[in-house]
């Protein structure tokens, strides 16, 4: 099962390193207010992130939730951390340790959205979802958008999951895996014109995939483009020959 695409951990973990001693004027050193002290640990403990190194990583979240345990962001690094070593419990008691401090947090919102996701628990993921898309600052509110489309899709909400995708291409229309999944949908409601018409959005930004070549494929079979079929399926053999769709996709007679 695919996991969201949400932000990645490079992005969230975009490393700025700070001092963390200021200078007095007597020229000895002392240590630097809470925040910072705070901000220095959380800055650390991102390279190591970002490196994967997680066993460095923890000793400098642990210390900054010493100095702050309200920290949100100490939190999120922190689940993020225990996620990435497989420690799903203590991951969600830090997201939810986050979230109490924070309810509106958006990087914990997504995450935890994420992560829930991952879990299977697609109603849970969608409440955060919702609540994170509604926060109209949020840089990457169009992959927050096809993140919330793809859980009610698995909830079953067909129509909250196209507005969804929807959202997601009008934001950013290089918003690829929405579009793809508009065309299906619109393929799927005999709609074949608006169904080309997201086609043609996907094509545009992204690479073909076994699903969008056998997607491809019916649209020249509805269309009567035989060479858009006889060149999709052809792609779809050479390229992704061991994949299921090259074994059972099928075309309308």
């Known amino acids: 099962m695919k996991k969201l695409v949400g932000v990645t951990l490079a992005q969230l973990l975009v490393m700025t390193l700070a001092g963390c001693v200021t200078e007095t004027t007597g020229g000895g050193l002392e240590p ?5 002290r705070v901000q220095a640990q959380l800055d650390l403990a991102r390279g190591y992130l970002e490196k994967r190194d997680y066993g460095r990583a923890r000793p400098p979240l642990m210390r900054a939730l010493r100095v702050d345990p309200r920290s949100v962001e100490a939190h999120v690094l922190m689940a993020v951390l225990n996620e990435s070593e497989n420690d799903s419990d203590l991951a969600e008691e830090h997201y939810r340790a986050a979230l109490r401090i924070e309810p509106a947090n958006s990087q914990a919102l997504n995450n935890y959205g994420s992560f829930l996701y991952g879990k299977q628990r697609y109603a849970e993921a969608a409440e955060h979802l919702r609540r994170l898309v509604r926060d109209t600052d949020y840089r990457a509110r169009s992959q927050a958008y096809e993140n919330l489309g793809l859980a009610e899709l698995r909830l079953g909400n067909g129509e909250p999951a196209k507005e969804a995708f929807t959202r997601a291409v ?3 229309a290089s ?6 999944e508009l065309a299906d949908m619109a393929y799927a409601d005999g709609d074949f014109a608006a169904s080309q018409a997201h086609y043609d959005d996907f094509r545009r930004v992204a690479r073909q995939t076994p699903r969008s070549l ?8 509805t269309a009567g483009d035989t060479d858009q079929l006889a060149s999709y399926a052809m792609a779809l053999q050479n390229l992704y020959p061991n994949s299921r769709e090259a074994k059972e996709c099928e075309v309308p007679r």
């Open 175 to 180: 918003q690829a895996r929405s579009a793809l």
């Open 32 to 36: 630097a207010e809470t925040p910072e």
């Open 214 to 221: 056998c997607l491809g494929m019916k649209l020249g079979q």
């Open 170 to 172: 009008f934001l950013n």
